[in-house]
């Protein structure tokens, strides 16, 4: 299985390969990635933790070099590489330029197909050059959710018997209601407000706060003391909405506490009265899960695959209606009820979708190519 370590991309990879490996113990799982610079830190990041039964191959070759060997001169390191060491099978996140081994590739979202105004143009090159052509050469294709599978289907024109729909998860060994006490001795050290809807960024234009802020700025004077906490980097929007949130009258009740690791992220999932996820796209969205797994009510939008995880377990609002936003965060705010409604049914849902069941399905995609 190939991966950079990077984002979720890297929660995906690593959350697999600790299940694959406990439901198929008579098999040999590898993280295979390669690095040049920097190679003994971002290694040692890869490397498995306790308990984990899988190893690394991370040769000493710059990712530049592999891509041009690949996709310049049509030639197969990465294959070549796996093949001599007895690879039988490569599960990847980025297609192969010449397939030597059964190949599995998981598409995430087809974010630069969909909306290659939101990328960099070397992001979308690399997704009509490499990602796109590649299907056609890979065995077997797995979509995180119906609404990614619907795009690889409609946009790519891939052929939908060969796309095999397998839901991302949550860890609820790290995803959990936290103890009071938790939740306190978080709150304090981050200053955290006494009531407050969380939003987990990164912040860029697809999950732009501008209506969130607009809807706060309208909360009726009972709520008035509730506050927003920007959890994640601030990306691209950050600055704007900063400046907005200070035109709106609302910048003392804005906390920016940038990147939270999850051993906080979790209490600041249990101190907030809901989170409010209003992204325009995604191809998951693993921020719902977590947050019901935590016991936190949940605001999402109406579009892509959020309704899909969300299930009946959330409110789901059109992300660009501020009056759509404030309506469903007085329903949540000023209700007792429904918030134990919805933590409620948030519990259930992320007690439905697991990492294990994700790793179960994803064996048997392999037990399929592999012929057992």
């Known amino acids: 299985m190939h991966n950079e370590g990077r984002g979720g991309v890297s929660v995906y990879t690593r959350s697999l390969l600790s299940r694959l490996a406990v439901l198929a113990p008579e098999d040999e799982f590898v993280l295979f990635s390669y690095f040049f610079r920097e190679r003994e830190r971002r290694t040692a990041r890869l490397r498995p933790g306790p308990g984990e039964r899988w190893t690394n191959w991370t040769p000493r070759v710059p990712e530049s070099l592999v891509s041009r060997l690949e996709w ?154 509730v506050g927003i906490v920007f959890a994640g980097n601030p990306g691209s929007v950050g600055e704007a909405v900063r400046r907005r949130a200070a035109e709106l009258g609302l910048t003392e009740r804005c906390r920016w506490p940038g990147f939270v690791p999850h051993s906080d992220l979790v209490a600041f999932y249990g101190a907030a009265d809901a989170l409010v996820y209003p992204s325009l796209y995604e191809g998951f969205g693993l921020p719902i899960l977590e947050a019901m797994a935590c016991g936190t009510p949940v605001i999402t939008s109406d579009r892509s695959s959020m309704p899909e995880v969300a299930g009946d377990a959330a409110i789901l609002v059109d992300p660009t209606d501020s009056e759509a936003v404030r309506a469903a965060l007085v329903a949540v705010l000023d209700d007792g009820g429904k918030r134990a409604d919805l933590r409620e049914r948030g519990l259930a849902r992320a007690a439905q979708l697991t990492w294990e069941e994700a790793a179960r399905r994803t064996l048997a995609v392999y037990d399929s190519l592999l012929g057992r």
Not at 146 to 166: C, F, L, N, S, Y
């Open 72 to 225: 310049d001169w049509g030639l197969a390191p990465t294959g070549r590489y796996l093949r001599a060491r007895g690879g039988d099978l490569f599960h990847t996140q980025r297609t192969p330029r010449v397939k030597l081994l059964p190949t599995v590739v998981t598409i995430h979202d087809l974010f630069p197909a969909v909306h290659p105004e939101w990328v960099s143009p070397f992001t979308y090159e690399q997704c009509e050059r490499i990602l796109r052509p590649g299907m056609e050469r890979v065995d077997r294709v797995i979509a995180v959710s119906a609404h990614t599978k619907q795009d690889i289907v409609e946009r790519w024109g891939v052929a939908p018997e060969r796309v095999t729909v397998i839901h991302e998860g949550v860890d609820r060994g790290v995803f959990h209601p936290s103890t009071p006490e938790r939740i306190a001795q978080v709150r304090a050290a981050h200053a955290l407000p006494a009531r407050f809807v969380l939003m987990v960024g990164p912040f860029d234009p697809w999950c732009d706060p501008g209506a969130v802020l607009e809807a706060a700025s309208r909360l009726p004077a009972s709520l008035k003391d």
